[in-house]
C-alpha cells in the first residue's frame, strides 16, 4: 500500500502562487494508476480539483481552475505537485491527495470523483488573502 503525505500550504496574497507536494512513500509500494488533487473549502464538500494518469499522458482539469493549476510528477522522487497560480480567495481550502492504487475496476477515463481514489494524504491547509 502507498502512503501518501501533502506538504507545501500555508497563506498566500490574492494573486500569488503555491506549489503543494504530495510524496508517496510505502514498503514496496505499486505506483498508482492516477493520481489527484481535491480540495474542501470552510462549510463545503470536498470537490476535485485536478487528476491525470501516473504517465502523464491524461490529465483532466476543473472548469474553477484551468488555466490556473498544474498537475506534474518527480518520477525518481515519487512526488506529485500541483502548482496554484493567480490564486482567488475562492481557492481557500484543505487540499488533499489522492491516488488510485487499486487494481479492480480501475477507470479507463481519468477519475475525478472521490470514490474512484482509494488512497488519501491528510490533507494540507491553503489560505489565500483578499
Known amino acids: 500500500q502507498v502512503q501518501l503525505v501533502e506538504s507545501g500550504g500555508g497563506l498566500v496574497q490574492a494573486g500569488g502562487s503555491l506549489r503543494l507536494s504530495c510524496a508517496l512513500s510505502?514498503?514496496?509500494?505499486?505506483?498508482?494508476?492516477?493520481m489527484g488533487w481535491f480540495r474542501q473549502g470552510p462549510g463545503k464538500e470536498r470537490e476535485f480539483v485536478v487528476a491525470?494518469?501516473?504517465?502523464?499522458?491524461?490529465?483532466y482539469y476543473a472548469d474553477s481552475v484551468k488555466g490556473r493549476f498544474i498537475i506534474s510528477k518527480d518520477n525518481a522522487e515519487n512526488t506529485v505537485y500541483l502548482q496554484m497560480n493567480s490564486l482567488k480567495p475562492e481557492d481557500t481550502a484543505v487540499y488533499y491527495c489522492?491516488?488510485?492504487?487499486?487494481?479492480?475496476?480501475?477507470?479507463?477515463?481519468?477519475?475525478?470523483?472521490?470514490?474512484?481514489?482509494?488512497?488519501w494524504g491528510q490533507g494540507t491547509q491553503v489560505t489565500v488573502s483578499a
Open positions: 491525470g494518469s501516473w504517465s502523464g499522458a491524461r490529465t
Open positions: 510505502g514498503r514496496a509500494f505499486n505506483i498508482p494508476y492516477f
Open positions: 489522492a491516488a488510485r492504487s487499486l487494481p479492480i475496476g480501475v477507470p479507463t477515463t481519468t477519475p475525478h470523483s472521490e470514490s474512484e481514489f482509494d488512497r
